[in-house]
């Protein structure tokens, strides 16, 4: 990162444009700029660093190999000043003690962060708690960009990469189906095996941007939807062993025999100095 931090925010927000719309044009009417001044702009930057960044072709520019690896430290380091900016909001916007943020998936680890809010709760010190739930897959992304101050992730579905994170429960994973269908008596059942019943197809969450991948799978952003669908038959869904404690009348429960063991984990900015973030992971830990 040391290259990185010697940079501007204006060079790396200029150079990343150009490397995710792989063309100066585009790069430049997404910044608002003259396409001259941002090409010049990028080679300057090269000369700077003394490596080509990109690959210019007829068609657009390609990254290089350096150019990689600024691209994945420049987004880490533009996360980091956007996160900067608005937790400094958000304190200043409080007045005082400004609350924790916390980030969740949707109907995921509900007993679990029932009991951390209440024991964080009664302690003398304890701030107030804003929890935000989202679809899976955006917390990581809320934590790095200052949306959310803590959260609750899973490994290996989760990218913990740049977090301080404490290990809170490990679980096998069960497929969760329609009471009554002809699969749902079987004592056992592989990932596999799991994922490709013809009239249950594994459901599809959306990508960060909104899209949802290719498949016959129901589109869906929270397990309340989930659970519904599965219920009226319409999809069946790999979870955790602990989600069977909110389970109701209509679903049964089928462990699987390969399946990854997940890691719930309370993760946080490596950098944060807030004392309410301090405090919910001291009270995760003892949890």
Known sequence: MDVVENLETRELRYFTAVAEEAHV????????????????????????????LFVRTPRGMTLTAAGEVLLREGRAALAQVEAAERRTRRAAEARGR?????????????????????????????????????????????LRDGRADVAILHRP?????????????????????????????????????????????????????GTYPDGPGPELSDLTQVLQLVRLGRTAIVLPESAQVNLRDGLAVVPLTDAPRVTTVIAWPPHSTSPGVAGLVRTASRL
């Open 98 to 142: 400004a609350p924790v943020v916390l980030t969740a998936k949707a109907g995921a680890s509900s007993e679990l962060m029932a009991k951390l809010l209440a024991a964080y709760a009664a302690e003398p010190d304890a701030v107030e708690v804003e929890v935000v739930l989202s679809s899976p897959g955006h917390q990581a992304l809320m």
């Open 25 to 52: 044009g585009r790069a430049a009417e997404r910044l608002g700029m003259a396409q001259p001044p941002l090409s010049r702009a990028v080679a300057r930057l090269e000369r700077r660093l003394g490596a080509d």
């Open 157 to 209: 579905f989760d990218d913990l990469s740049g977090f301080d994170t404490d290990e809170l429960l490990t679980e096998n994973q069960v497929l969760v189906l329609p009471a009554g269908h002809p699969l749902s008596t079987r004592a056992s059942m592989s990932v596999v095996e799991a994922t490709s019943i013809p009239d249950l197809p594994p459901p599809r969450w959306p990508h960060l941007d």
